[in-house]
């Protein structure tokens, strides 16, 4: 926990490597909660 932090640079932007990486990982989970189906909502023929 003594460790200085790396930050990112740009422009008017800086943000560390560890929430940069904690940002991308949350974008990244909530992409495939849109795009993969949820389990056991198939709907077979003859069910409603």
């Given at each position: 926990?003594?460790l200085?932090?790396?930050?990112?640079?740009?422009?008017?932007?800086?943000m560390?490597i560890?929430?940069l990486?904690?940002?991308?990982?949350?974008?990244?989970?909530?992409?495939?909660a849109?795009?993969?189906?949820?389990?056991g909502?198939?709907?077979?023929?003859?069910?409603k």
């Amino acid at each position: 926990m003594n460790l200085k932090a790396v930050y990112i640079h740009i422009g008017w932007f800086q943000m560390s490597i560890t929430n940069l990486v904690v940002v991308l990982s949350m974008l990244l989970v909530f992409g495939l909660a849109l795009v993969l189906p949820f389990p056991g909502n198939k709907k077979g023929k003859g069910q409603k």
